[in-house]
């Protein structure tokens, strides 16, 4: 049988490696060095026209079936290594049969379990990372998937920007359904502790993980923050035109459970819209950080989560894409962030920072909108809070004894408190608002 390589057309190098050569004695020359997860077969890195892949020997029937699970995976928009090629029809130089290979593209910036969970990893790092696992198999399990092995070996894990992603990179033992049982789902899950308290037990044995990481409470932890993200993600979500309070609350659960949303999907739905929601986890301070580059403003984390969740729901419903979030961002502080600020009464100003202000205003919004059953809007939730809640409070300022100067002088401008690199005092941030 000829050599055979099935693989998009944009690849042709590949035709050109040594496949009459077992992969195990493939020369270093043709090699990259990169850290490899364990795996029951042999399994080698090639750079070829400025990409990496992977080339695993495997079964032919196996290696097509692989190929194809990872396609129609990349297809529904799922955390997978891309599948490349099936190559078949391998033999040696003297005529011998070899294994024919599966070949996908490296996920460029992830790494293996291995390389990742050690003594040097902080155990708060390693939860979050435990806790992107949770995601992969929840959106795999709600998209008809049944891994059949989930553990840590057949995952990279990817850090992007202060979030963690985990991306299914063994496919060899997953199933397509239309929906999972429960006695599936339980299955999986059941897989995923044992292996993972395996794994993890084994690193504790070689000294390579950090001792205050319990491997039998971290493969339960696993199992547990699935169960909630699960139960939170499979809820019916639907919104009426008057109803963006739901939204927000179905956001902020999700941020209790300790987990951010990646991506808003609303779909018209009759009169109202169902919303579908992408969750991921995030590394200390992503919110702060992902606020100032958007918008300038500086905020504590808590107050930048709820600040980028009200961003983001504006994004959506103003229907423009994720590619024109800076854009999206821009109409927010101009429509809605800066009117709520320009809305203080000129002798109230100094009675809570800027973040924490709109803050409350947004709390507020969603408690006037959980009593009457809609959304009351923003205009109505500001009027109710400066005159309800605002006028009430001490100054935060004079609270914390800090001295307070003279209000400052209206001159219909909004002032911000924007982080500066400079080492003032006060940190380089100017109080305005």
């Not at 293996?112 to 990893?121: D, G, K, M, V």
């Not at 989930?150 to 202060?162: H, I, K, M, P, Q």
């Not at 504790?204 to 339960?220: H, N, T």
């Not at 995030?282 to 918008?295: E, P």
């Amino acid at each position: 049988m000829p050599l055979q390589v099935n693989s998009a057309p944009d690849d042709p190098d590949l035709l050109f490696l040594p496949w009459a050569v077992p992969l195990e004695e493939w020369p270093e020359d043709q090699l990259v060095a990169l850290p490899r997860g364990l795996s029951r077969h042999v399994v080698r890195f090639v750079h070829l026209s400025g990409r990496v892949y992977a080339v695993k020997e495997t079964p032919e029937e196996i290696a097509w079936r692989e190929y194809r699970m990872l396609r129609q995976m990349e297809t529904l928009r799922l955390p997978t290594v891309e599948a490349v090629a099936v190559v078949r029809g391998r033999e040696t130089a003297a005529g011998e049969p070899l294994q024919p290979a599966l070949v996908t593209a490296h996920l460029i910036f992830s790494l293996p379990y291995r390389a990742l969970f050690s003594s040097t990893l902080r155990p708060g790092t390693a939860q979050r990372l435990l806790d992107a696992l949770a995601v992969l198999l929840v959106r795999l399990h709600i998209a008809g998937f049944s891994w059949g092995d989930c553990s840590l070996s057949n995952t990279l894990f990817r850090r992007d920007a202060g979030s963690f992603a985990a991306y299914l990179v063994d496919a060899e033992t997953a199933e397509m359904h239309h929906t999972l049982s429960d006695g599936q789902r339980l299955h999986d899950l059941d897989l995923a502790r044992t292996n993972i308290f395996g794994e993890l037990s084994d690193l504790a044995a070689g000294g390579i993980l950090d001792e205050s990481v319990d491997p039998e409470e971290a493969s339960a932890n696993v199992v547990r923050r699935y169960t909630q993200l699960r139960d939170e993600l499979v809820r019916p979500l639907e919104v009426g035109p008057d109803e963006r309070y739901v939204l927000d609350a179905h956001i902020e659960r999700l941020n209790q459970l300790g987990f951010d949303v990646e991506e808003l999907e609303v779909t018209a739905q009759g009169t109202g819209a169902r919303v579908r929601v992408l969750p991921k986890v995030v590394d200390a301070g992503h919110h702060s950080r992902r606020l100032f580059r958007l918008t300038g403003l500086d905020a504590e984390e808590n107050q930048a989560r709820r600040m980028l969740n009200d961003l983001d729901s504006f994004r959506s419903a103003a229907g423009l894409p994720e590619s024109q979030e800076s854009v999206a961002a821009h109409r927010w502080v101009t429509e809605v962030f800066e009117p709520v600020m320009r809305a203080v009464p000129k002798d109230q100003r100094g009675k809570l920072e800027a973040p924490q202000l709109f803050h409350e205003v947004l709390e507020h919004r969603w408690f006037l909108s959980e009593a009457a059953g809609r959304d009351v809007g923003l205009n109505r939730a500001v009027q109710s809070y400066m005159r309800d809640v605002l006028a009430a409070k001490p100054v935060e300022a004079a609270v914390l004894g800090r001295r307070i100067g003279p209000p400052p002088v209206d001159t219909g401008e909004l002032r911000l408190s924007f982080r500066d690199d400079g080492d003032d005092d006060n940190g380089g941030a100017e109080e305005g608002a």
